[in-house]
């Protein structure tokens, strides 16, 4: 079990932190794209698990985890679109996650699954989809680690970003100490990244606007400069 990694929120202290998401990478050369934006200075791996259940789409299991456990010390940041979060988060545990995000609308014990991870030494994330209102993870927010705001329908990549979703992610963050993570995932681009970090976001998870640009490292860093939200330069 990996708990000596350590919980990777609790690690990499404060500040806006990018998080590509794998899900859009070129897996004929990931690793190749892997180190591109960790030397542009993403800060955690976001690995999409979709078990075509919960969502209508297949993707990566524990196997994948674990090869990219072995290839990177990076955080990975795992966030489970299944329908039996309780199951995955042992097998993710055991592949080498650092963190694991389920969705609340998938369990009735998101304390006791957030207890569990918390007892593994991982950081615990907890989400919703757009339709879920916020008063949602009233019980459990504090018990958290990580709260991921999705800014799109669970389920695909290159989806665009939901506007209605930023009074969520400012109602959500008002709820939440300094030490939690608000992380939001889908669409995100330097745009709307910084409307989000306007709202208190302040972990960005981008698929397309990475992967899908020529220049892997300055998409990266012109994410970075929209993390700090509009006050920042
Ligand atoms: C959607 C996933 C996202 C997705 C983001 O279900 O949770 O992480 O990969 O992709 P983009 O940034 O392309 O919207
Ligand atoms: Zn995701």
């Known amino acids: 079990m990996s ?4 919980n990777p929120w609790k690690r990499l202290g404060t500040g806006p932190l990018i998080a590509p998401s794998l ?3 070129d897996f004929a050369r990931a690793g190749e794209q892997i180190d591109a934006v960790l030397a542009a200075g993403a800060g955690v791996l976001h690995i999409d698990v979709m078990d075509g259940h919960f969502v209508p789409n297949l993707s990566m299991g524990p196997p994948v985890v674990r090869k990219l456990r072995a290839y990177t010390d990076a955080p990975l ?3 489970i679109m299944v329908t039996d979060p309780a199951y ?6 055991e592949a080498g996650a650092d963190s694991i995000t389920f969705h609340i609308e998938a369990t009735d014990e998101p304390a006791k699954l957030a207890a569990r991870l918390c007892e ?3 950081g615990a994330g907890i989400t919703l989809r757009p339709g879920t209102e916020a008063s949602a993870l009233d019980g459990v927010i504090e018990a958290v680690d990580l709260v991921l705001v999705m800014t799109v329908e669970p389920g695909y990549g290159g989806q665009k970003f939901m506007p209605q979703m930023l009074e969520k992610i400012a109602v959500l963050r008002g709820k939440m100490r300094d030490d939690q993570r608000l992380e939001v995932d889908g669409g995100i681009d330097a745009a709307t990244a ?4 306007d709202r208190g976001a302040d972990v960005f998870v981008a698929g397309e606007s990475i992967f899908g640009s020529k220049n892997i490292a300055a998409a990266v860093n012109d994410l970075r400069a929209s993390a700090g939200g509009s006050g920042a330069s």
């Open 120 to 122: 593994l030494g991982l």
């Open 23 to 25: 899900l859009a990478c």
């Open 194 to 197: 910084c409307l989000c970090a």
């Open 3 to 6: 708990t000596d990694r350590g």
């Open 77 to 79: 940041d795992v966030h």
């Open 88 to 93: 995955y988060i042992e097998r993710f545990a």
